[in-house]
């Protein structure tokens, strides 16, 4: 008989494939999708308790629908949680925490090496409202811990950080975030909870972009908080109230992308580790920033609080930006695109376009050098990655 009661029993493999999806009447193998926009009931009297919130169930997809609950469920066994609640996008799920727990006057301290719409939202949007956002350097504690003041609710951090892949001490700040009664927000997009599990870190929430690695194949956006009960009430009324929803499709995308997440995180890591250690030798190239290498100054601390070092790296060129340019426009397979978490490898070069909005300043304060290159190692062949790289890279060192 079907029963799911021993999911504290299960691995993350299994919890993947099996956790989440309730079987309908229908006994249907596969996790169904429903496209409806609202639900009917059998009397008038069942609809005022299920409006009214004394009854459970399905009312308006706007806030309850079973395939983005099924995504929801699926995710918060995952990443350990007590509760997920699923968004439009990731920016949509940073957006509705920051609604659901902050006030005028609040302030947040984050890590400087923010995916920039993260720090759009902070400083133009948030900042209508009164709230305040500090930049730290992600690897320095001290740096978080002199930045965090009375007003201090909320920790954001993104590790490792893309490009540079730095390394933030998760336990460390949740010690911090604990001790001055703040919460601690991890975007997990970048490891997934396959390699990474914030919460038991002691992190309180988890954010996602889906858009990435839970989909895998750059097919759908959307996005997902996860962490305890009661503060994932507060992300779930503005969910509800004012309307970034994840769709039923999308939900069902990303719900059997789980299903190979842990398969997929492991071989894009040991592409990556491969490419990482090719691209080290290359006489063309000046320095690799990847968590995975001995080299790395937080390597130790990246292999003991991950259970991998994930797929993004970045690497200088000799040449400065006429070098970079020259490597990616000699690629004739990789993409050139911002986009990352794909089984297509993705190339870019973060000083023009991802970083293009700062000033040089700004460039250099952040390590983003006009000869950086970011790459998001997919699942293609790791010969043929490397092959369509050295094109560039061998004429550069030749030069
Ligand atoms: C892409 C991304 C986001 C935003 O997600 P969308 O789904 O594009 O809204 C947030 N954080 C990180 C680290 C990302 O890479």
Redesign the pocket.
């Known amino acids: 008989m079907h029963d799911d009661s021993h999911q504290d029993e299960w691995s993350l493999e299994t919890l993947a494939i099996r956790a989440g999806h309730h079987r309908t009447f229908e006994q249907e193998h596969a996790e169904p999708i429903f496209p409806t926009s609202s639900f009917v009931y059998e009397s008038a009297a069942e609809a005022a308790r299920k409006f009214g919130g004394q009854e459970p169930g399905n009312v308006y997809s706007r806030f309850t629908n079973p395939t983005v609950h099924t995504f929801e469920r699926r995710l918060a066994a995952l990443e350990g949680g007590e509760r997920c609640v699923a968004t439009s ?6 957006l509705s925490t920051a609604l659901g727990l902050l006030s005028a006057g609040d302030e947040i301290v984050a890590s400087r090496s ?2 920039g ?2 720090v759009s939202l902070f400083d133009k949007y948030l900042g209508k409202f009164g709230i305040t956002t500090r930049y730290v350097e992600l690897s320095n504690v001290s740096a978080w811990e002199q930045a965090i003041g009375p007003n201090t609710k909320l920790l954001f951090a ?1 590790t490792p950080s ?1 490009p540079l892949s730095e390394v933030a001490d998760i336990p460390a700040l949740a010690e911090l975030a604990k001790r001055s009664g703040a919460f601690l927000a991890i ?1 997990n ?2 490891l997934t909870p396959a390699l990474q599990r914030p919460i038991a870190l002691g992190a309180d929430l988890v ?1 996602h ?4 690695y839970l989909d895998g194949q750059g097919r759908a ?3 997902a908080v996860v962490g305890k009960h009661d503060v994932l009430e507060e992300v779930f009324g503005v969910v509800r109230t004012c309307g970034p929803c994840l769709s039923p499709f999308n939900a069902w995308i990303f719900t059997k992308g789980l299903e190979t997440l842990s398969l997929r995180m492991k071989a894009h890591c040991e592409n990556a580790l491969t490419l990482a250690r090719w691209l080290d030798q290359h006489p063309a190239v000046n320095k690799v920033y990847y968590s995975g290498l001995e080299t790395h100054p937080q390597h130790a601390l990246a292999k003991h609080q991950q259970q991998g070092f994930g797929a993004v790296l970045g690497f200088e060129v000799k040449g400065g930006q006429t070098g970079a340019w020259q490597v990616i426009d000699a690629t004739k397979m990789l993409s050139i695109t911002g986009n ?2 794909d089984v297509k490898t993705t190339i870019t070069h973060p000083a023009t376009t991802t970083h293009g909005r700062l000033s040089d300043a700004q460039k250099e304060a952040a390590g983003i050098t006009p000869g950086l290159i970011r790459v998001a190692v997919g699942l293609e062949s790791q010969a043929d990655i490397q092959r369509d790289l050295a094109c560039g890279l061998d004429t550069l060192a030749a030069s």
């Open positions: 996008s990731g920016m949509s799920a940073i923010l995916f719409s993260t993104e893309n975007d997009c970048f954010i972009s889906a858009t990435k956006v959307g996005g990352l978490g």
